[in-house]
């Protein structure tokens, strides 16, 4: 996808701003003003007669989207270019969009990887969090090994690569963990987020990715490790445990096992029911998950041990 969306970039500057180069930033910024777009940026850079970058071109067609001009914008490139084939700009144009939303275009970006096998809520608050700004990263690939997980389409909305992966039959757990990294190795994540993803990974895989690969677990760890589902809040409620919540950690041999980063709680209510738990505990995985995510991407923790200290 990054080749593709730089190709369409290298085309737009071939064809709109090389060969008129009558498309600079005093231009940008005159028409921003007919348009009655306000952005500092532009205008700083156009005091500072600066020339028109890709990044700024990018930045300008993105401002123009947001102020709901991009129409009047691209017709005035048009216009002054003579470059005809608008509707095909238009289509390119809302593709680099995508692509610089996502952060394709930025460099030494935090690289994500997402496994998943469901609904994909992680996933989303993953994708949310980036939107809004809390996590500096983007999700470079969300792999599932179910066809149907919901998870699919979320990424697939946002312009993400996705891939599905099912297991074959007989296969090993190592076996299929190698197809794996046969994706992983080329999506070159920094961290690698299991957000509901229902296979346990091969000692083989996790020793690679040691450190890197962390686990949303939906308890407060080390109690009822190694359910899943609903299956977890209802051994919750039947032991008659009076908090419950979920755990963010570090992924190693044993199943929900390593490191613990971040744990939130919930009270559990006498007239709980598994899936009244089970939706209260979910707010507390978006949270825990970003969070998480977060702290790693920022470095701002080390791990001692068993321990993981946050460093300020
Ligand atoms: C979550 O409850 C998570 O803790 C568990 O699987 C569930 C995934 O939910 N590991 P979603 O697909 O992210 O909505």
């Not at 005809?84 to 275009?105: M, P, T």
């Not at 980063?261 to 598994?274: G, L, R």
């Not at 009244?276 to 998950?289: C, F, M, V, Y």
Request: glycine fraction near 6%; charged fraction near 30%; hydrophobic fraction near 40%.
């Amino acid at each position: 996808m990054k080749e593709e969306l730089k190709n369409i970039a290298d085309v737009f500057y071939v064809r709109i701003l090389s060969p008129a180069s009558r498309i600079d930033i005093m231009w940008v910024n005159k028409v921003f003003k007919e348009l009655g777009i306000k952005d500092e940026s532009i205008e700083k850079i156009a005091e500072l007669n600066a020339p028109l970058s890709r990044e700024v071109w990018y930045y300008s067609f993105i401002k123009a989207q947001e102020e709901g001009k991009l129409d009047a914008y691209l017709n005035r490139i048009v216009e002054i270019t003579g470059f005809q084939e608008s509707e095909r700009i238009k289509k390119d144009l809302e593709a680099l969009r995508l692509a610089y939303k996502n952060g394709v275009f930025k460099k030494n970006l935090f690289k994500i990887a997402v496994l998943v096998s469901g609904r994909g809520t992680n996933l989303q608050a993953i994708i949310d969090a980036i939107e809004e700004g809390k996590i500096e990263g983007k999700i470079v690939g969300v792999i599932s090994n179910r066809k149907k997980a919901y998870a699919l389409e979320r990424a697939k909305k946002k312009g993400i690569p996705t891939y599905y992966l099912p297991a074959r039959k007989g296969e090993s757990r190592e076996e299929y963990d190698k197809r794996l990294d046969e994706i992983i190795s080329s999506l070159n994540p920094d961290l690698i987020v299991l957000a509901g993803f229902l296979r346990i990974l091969s000692p083989w895989f996790v020793r690679k990715y040691k450190g890197r690969i962390i686990n949303i677990h939906p308890a407060l760890l080390p109690s009822f490790a190694g359910l899943y589902g609903e299956h977890v809040h209802r051994a919750v409620i039947e032991y008659g445990c009076k908090v419950s919540g979920c755990t963010v950690h570090f992924v190693d041999e044993k199943v929900d096992h390593g490191p613990i980063i971040v744990q939130k709680c919930v009270e559990v209510k006498d007239d709980d029911t598994p899936e009244t738990l089970a939706a209260r505990i979910l707010e507390k995985e978006h949270e825990s998950l970003v969070e998480a995510i977060k702290l790693i991407s920022e470095d701002r923790i080390k791990v001692e041990g068993r321990r993981v200290i946050r460093i300020s």
